[in-house]
């Protein structure tokens, strides 16, 4: 009747919450660099990460496409420029690819 029981108490586990990715953060500082003075309600925002996340997963399923066809196995920064020059019409996608390489080259010379 007065067994004490062996086993060893294992310390409580915290519960992590599931990670949510979202380009919020990202879509308000952009928005604020170019009109400083609008905000954005969270239905919009909602539709604007949605949008991005649509036009990401457009852009690498055409590069993965692009690169298959050459039989290569990485993604280089030209197959993701002729994924978006394929999939943006005309002058949104030479500023897209202009963008990008800006982006690229600032981010080389940090590092």
Do not use: W
Not at 44 to 69: H, P, Q, W
Not at 84 to 100: N, Q, R, S, T
């Amino acid at each position: 009747a007065g067994k004490t029981s062996s086993r060893k108490t294992r310390p409580e586990r915290r519960v992590r919450r599931k990670k949510f990715d979202s380009y919020a953060v990202y879509i308000y500082r952009v928005l604020k660099n170019i009109h400083n003075d609008c905000g954005i309600s969270k239905k919009g925002m909602a539709v604007m990460n949605s949008f991005v996340n649509d036009i990401f997963e457009r852009v690498a399923i055409e590069a993965t496409k692009l690169a298959r066809y050459q039989k290569k196995l990485t993604l280089s920064s030209g197959d993701i420029q002729a994924a978006v020059k394929l999939i943006l019409p005309g002058d949104l996608a030479d500023h897209a690819v202009a963008e990008g390489t800006r982006a690229l080259t600032k981010y080389s010379s940090s590092s």
